[in-house]
T-cell receptor, first 113, second 115 residues
Framework: NAGVTQTPKFQVLKTGQSMTLQCAQD?????MSWYRQDPGMGLRLIHY???????DQGEVPNGYNVSRSTTEDFPLRLLSAAPSQTSVYFC????????????FGEGSRLTVL | DQQVKQNSPSLSVQEGRISILNCDYTNSMFDYFLWYKKYPAEGPTFLISISSIKDKNEDGRFTVFLNKSAKHLSLHIVPSQPGDSAVYFC??????????????FGQGTILTVHP
């Protein structure tokens, strides 16, 4: 059981370039989300989805785009990378229900020069 | 404004002793609280949670205490083991379907357990 899979694990971009961070889950979870982790800031929610075709903004959505065409996949797109987007990105899925527990991927470390 | 705060960036404890990690929150709408553990180069993993209708939840060596009036929760690890050395994140959420998966995290506390 793979759980939540993120690719790539590492990426270096130049300012202005665009890219997509991929996220796939095989647990048939309804809810998926993207967080970024920065020193001293903890994890902050970028975008989330409550099901295929439904997405919404989190705390820090600017500069990012998402779509959810299938239950399994939730890609995060950086439209025009900026140095402020240098961070570690985590995708998570959640089955919903009483606990609201998140299952995280291993993370994608992005550096924008 | 940080709605969930972990004011201690780091904590160092001797093996076998108790580790106490603290977390404060400001949003009174939060009614579910979780602790996550994170090792380097890995994603966070769920550790323990507590609903606002309880004031204590225990799972093996881990106990979470919630003081709603003070908007404070703590995680106790007894006895602490070197394998517990990790970053611990406190998180909070508002219950309801559309809120599942929407957690507000604290900054994290680095726990080091010395042999």
């Amino acid at each position: 059981n793979a759980g939540v899979t993120q690719t790539p694990k590492f990426q270096v971009l130049k300012t202005g370039q665009s890219m997509t961070l991929q996220c796939a889950q095989d647990m048939n979870h309804e809810y998926m989300s993207w967080y970024r982790q920065d020193p001293g800031m903890g994890l902050r929610l970028i975008h989330y989805s409550v099901g295929a075709g439904i997405t919404d903004q989190g705390e820090v959505p600017n500069g990012y785009n998402v779509s959810r065409s299938t239950t399994e996949d939730f890609p995060l797109r950086l439209l025009s990378a900026a140095p402020s987007q240098t961070s570690v990105y985590f995708c998570a899925s959640c089955p919903g229900g009483h606990t609201g527990e998140l299952f995280f991927g291993e993370g994608s470390r992005l550096t924008v020069l | 404004d940080q709605q969930v705060k972990q004011n201690s960036p780091s904590l160092s404890v001797q093996e076998g002793r108790i580790s106490i990690l603290n977390c404060d929150y400001t949003n009174s709408m939060f009614d579910y609280f979780l602790w996550y553990k994170k090792y380097p180069a890995e994603g966070p993993t769920f550790l323990i949670s507590i609903s606002s209708i309880k004031d204590k939840n225990e799972d093996g060596r881990f106990t979470v205490f919630l003081n709603k009036s003070a908007k404070h929760l703590s995680l106790h690890i007894v006895p602490s083991q070197p394998g517990d050395s990790a970053v611990y994140f406190c998180a909070a959420s508002v219950s309801g379907g559309t809120s599942y998966g929407k957690l507000t995290f604290g900054q994290g506390t680095i726990l080091t357990v010395h042999p």
